[in-house]
Every structure is written in C-alpha cells, then in structure tokens.
C-alpha cells in the first residue's frame, strides 16, 4: 500500500475520499469535528505540494435518494474552519456543470463533493459510478479508514481505476500501520485485553486473537458468561446463555495453544445498575443471587497490572466495568493507567472502540498511548482477522 508521501501532488486534482460522516444537531451544525480534524494532516500535505483537494465523502442514511438534511453543504463551514482554509462547496458528482467547477480549482484549493450515498450505486459498489466519480481527478487518496471495511464505489472500486495512482493517507495508512504493529509485527509477550458488555459482540475476535496472543484478559459484563463455564454463579450480572458453549471453546481452544486468560478473581457488585446502588465487594468469582457483577476487585486489578505492565504489545478493546458510573470505573482507570505505565516502559499499545476511548480521555490518559484508532467498524473486523476491502483495493494497486 503506497502512502500519500509517494505520490506527485502538485498541479493534480486530488480526489480524496475521507469519512465526514459527523454528528450533527438538529439544526444541521456539527458537533464534534474528531473526523475532520483526523484528515488535517493529509490535506494540507495536497495543499502545500500545490494540488487541487477534492473531498468526498457519506453522511448518514440517506439511502440512495437525495435529502436536503443530509447534504454536505451543511457542514461545509465546520470544515472550513476545522481545516483553517476556504472551503468550495461543488456540489454532486454527477451534476452537468460539475466538470466545469473542478476545472476552475487552482492548485491550493479546496472542494467538496456532495453526499456520494445520495446514490445506490455508492452502497452496491457500482463500477459506472465509481467511473464518475473517477473522471474528476488525476489521483486517488483513500483516507476513510472508518469506512474501509465497505466495498462500496468511492472506496474499493475506484482505487482500482488509478492503478499505480491510488494512495492512502495519512490516517487511514496511520491506522493500518498501528494494527499491523500489533497484529503481525508483534513483540512477545502480547496482551489483549478485551471487555465490554456482551460476548457475542466479540466472539470473532477472541477467536482471531487466540492466533495472535501471549495472554487475553477477559473483562467487562461479557466475563462472566466465562467464568459461569468454569463453575462459578453469576447471580444477576449480565449473562448470555446461547454464548456458554463458545465461550468453553475459547478456553478450551486457549489451554490447547498455551495461551494465559486472565478473567476476573473479585468483584465489586451492585444491586441495581445505577450509580446510587449499594455495593457489594466479592472476595471471589462468584456472586451472590440479587447482585450483578459491575466492576473488577483489587486483587483482579493487580493480577491485570502485573499483566500488564509485562508486556511488549498491548491491544485494548472494551471498558473491564461500568466506567461510565464513577463508583464502578475503578477497574478500567487502573488497566488504562496500567498501560499509559507500560507504554511509558516501551510497549506498543492500541487502543480502540469508542468507550475505551472515551475512558482514555475521562482518566486524562489519551496522550500516554502509542495509538487510538478511531475505525470502529473497520478496525473490529481488521481484528477479526477479515481483509477490508478498502484496503485491499489499495494493497493490489
Ligand atoms: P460494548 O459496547 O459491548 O463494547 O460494551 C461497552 C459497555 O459495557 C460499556 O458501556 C460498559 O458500561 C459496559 N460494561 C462493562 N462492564 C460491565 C458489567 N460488568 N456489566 C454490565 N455492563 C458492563
């Protein structure tokens, strides 16, 4: 996969594809501009080489029509402000005129495209339109790695009408990179430590990651579906009785590869899932009929940490407790300071999925490690051990 270091820029129209599909309010204004932001990089890379930047990207479900709420032009400002630039609205790619308004670009300027799912044919991968699309500029840059895991015209299709001319940028090559560090170039020991509330949710994972890992640590509401397997009650924490078989096959599976789980070896309980409930600390892994199981004890928090702070190669997905509830976000603030400690020490750490990243940043830890990817869908599948198509386009070119 080229990166967009490679690429000739000056005097090109550069048709960047990138993943502004921000949250908005109900007067249309963007409220969080993390996504633009992510892209700065690499558009000011196109502006300062003295190529013509035209940006593309989805917003919401229109499905296939085009809606006024969803158009683009509503967030034009919020870019041009975000990027520190003058921004052009185009319009839609398939416009009579659309041609003639690219044209008018000089090197340095930036466009952007209208909502490219305002047609079908941007879902379906259609190759017509990913040749419309393609007319409009000389090279290609994919920096949408939010959306990577789609096989759609203006990701997979169209990378493969630039051959040699289709690149990533710095986001989305930054992400892929990062996985890579841990998945393939990994330094033992390897750690992943992996909650959240549901083992269903994770299950590819965990089973890819028997392939990779030194030690998996188990956390968050879906342990105990785990630990309900190895003879312990689970009273009225989370449970998912259709996962108990999967999850006896992963320990299973884990024991024959001689591979460490981690699960919890105390509890702190509530008996009811608010902030206000009462707590009830177990000194084992059982608990007791009427409470649920709501954070890790002291003594999973110190196995976890010695866990931890071991390894050379960490990967964080899942919340180990109900972060969001101050008195049940002990556990998660002592595995993110754990491995803000461990990175300090020289781990790589990647940490991703929306509530670890959210915990990061209420611990004040978003800077202690070596790398937050922001690609939920597309990095949960790259974990998965499934080829993105986005990426594979770009890797065949
Ligand atoms: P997920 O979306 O599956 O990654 O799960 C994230 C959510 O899991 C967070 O909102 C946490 O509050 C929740 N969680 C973590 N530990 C527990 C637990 N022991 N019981 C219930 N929910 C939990």
Request: aromatic share 8%; charged share 25%; hydrophobic share 40%.
């Amino acid at each position: 996969m080229k990166s967009i270091d490679q690429a000739s820029l000056s005097g090109k129209k550069v048709l960047v594809r990138v993943d502004y599909n921000v949250p908005q309010d109900e007067n249309l204004q963007v409220t969080s501009t993390t996504r633009i932001k992510r892209t700065l990089e690499t558009v000011n890379k196109i502006t300062n080489d003295g190529g013509i930047t035209i940006l593309m990207s989805h917003l919401g479900r229109p499905k296939g029509e085009r809606n006024d709420t969803f158009s683009l032009k509503h967030i034009v400002s919020s870019v041009s402000e975000t990027l520190k630039k003058p921004v052009i609205f185009l319009g839609d790619v398939l416009d009579a005129d659309i041609e003639e308004k690219i044209n008018n670009l000089n090197p340095g300027d930036i466009g952007l495209l209208e909502n490219l799912r305002f047609h079908k044919e941007e879902e379906k991968g259609d190759i017509e339109f990913a040749k419309a699309i393609a007319k409009l500029g000389d090279i290609y840059v994919n920096d949408a790695f939010g959306t990577a895991h789609r096989e759609h015209a203006s990701t997979a299709t169209i990378a493969r009408l630039f051959p040699e001319k289709a690149y990533a940028g710095y986001l989305l090559y930054g992400e892929v990179q990062s996985l890579k560090k841990v998945l393939e170039e990994k330094k033992s020991p390897f750690t992943a430590i992996i909650g959240g509330s549901k083992v269903s949710t994770k299950i590819n994972i965990l089973k890819n990651l028997l392939e990779k890992v030194d030690n998996l640590i188990i956390g968050g509401g879906m342990r105990y579906t785990f630990l309900y397997t190895m003879g312990f009650t689970y009273g009225d924490s989370l449970f998912e009785e259709e996962m108990v078989s999967v999850a006896k096959e992963i320990l299973e599976q884990a024991k024959i590869k001689g591979i460490n789980i981690y699960l919890s070896v105390d509890s702190l309980c509530a008996d009811k899932f608010a902030e206000d409930a009462n707590t009830l600390y177990t000194k084992d892994q059982n608990i007791p009929d009427g409470w649920m199981g709501m954070d890790i004890g002291e003594k999973s928090i110190e196995l976890f940490k010695k866990v931890i702070l071991e390894s050379k190669t960490i990967l964080w997905n899942g919340p180990v407790g109900v972060f969001e509830m101050d008195k049940f976000a002990g556990g998660t603030k002592a595995v993110a300071e754990a491995i803000a400690e461990s990175t300090k020490n020289g781990a790589y750490s990647l940490i991703g999925g929306g509530d670890s990243i959210a915990a990061l940043g209420k611990f004040g830890l978003s800077k202690e490690v070596s790398y937050i990817s922001t690609g939920g869908g597309a990095m949960l599948e790259y974990l998965e051990g499934i080829e993105l198509p986005g990426i594979k386009a770009l890797e065949e070119n």
